[in-house]
């Protein structure tokens, strides 16, 4: 029977944001306040959690596959000692306009779905640029969050917190638990 997922951006939601540039090894990577007990939060009301991201970084040569997924796995690392691990990662390493998984393309989102038979019209995804949300609206997630960054926000979000700290008292409000 498919379940819901929360899906989430990494770098401004699971992560700090490195502003311009990219997370390059696993000393600049730092969770954002309240990310911890969010996923946490999901992983207990019976979500599928599954990150969305893109590492462009890789296409650039600014940092290496071997690098990234050595990131990724300290990240899981540290959310499974948590109880709140990713069921998948989905990472877009390419460069802009050579390939067809960039966001806001649903790709991302529905090879996730096809692989853990998720339920995608009761999921959600937090974001913090419009192309997340484009990528939720594309996939038909219905529901989305956004973090609000130093972009302005030109695609409406279903919900909208200042800052990371804010989810798992945002979530708690509006996820209904899934029956399993």
């Known amino acids: 029977m498919p379940r819901p997922a929360i899906f989430f951006d990494r770098d401004g ?15 600049a990577f730092h969770f954002s306040d309240g ?8 992983k207990d009301l019976g979500y599928a959690l599954v990150l969305v991201t893109s590492q462009q970084g890789v296409g650039k040569g600014l940092i290496s596959q071997q690098t990234l997924d050595d990131i990724h796995a300290r990240m899981q690392q540290e959310l499974a000692a948590q109880g709140a691990a990713f069921d998948r990662i989905e990472a877009c390493t390419h460069l802009s306009g050579t390939c067809t998984c960039r966001k806001p393309s649903p790709e991302m989102i529905l090879d996730a779905a096809a692989a853990l038979d998720l339920d ?3 999921s959600w995804l937090i974001g913090d640029h419009d192309r997340d949300i484009q990528m939720a609206i594309n996939a038909g997630v219905p529901h989305t969050i956004r973090v609000l960054s130093h972009h302005q926000p030109g695609v409406a979000a279903t919900h909208t917190v200042e800052s990371t700290a ?3 008292a945002l979530l708690k409000g509006v996820l209904p638990g899934v029956v399993s």
Do not use: R
């Open 166 to 168: 804010e989810l798992p």
């Open 35 to 42: 990310i911890m007990a969010a996923t946490k939060l999901c």
């Open 120 to 122: 995608l019209g009761n």
């Open 13 to 27: 939601v699971i992560n700090l944001s490195p502003g311009e540039g990219y997370v390059l090894n696993w000393e």
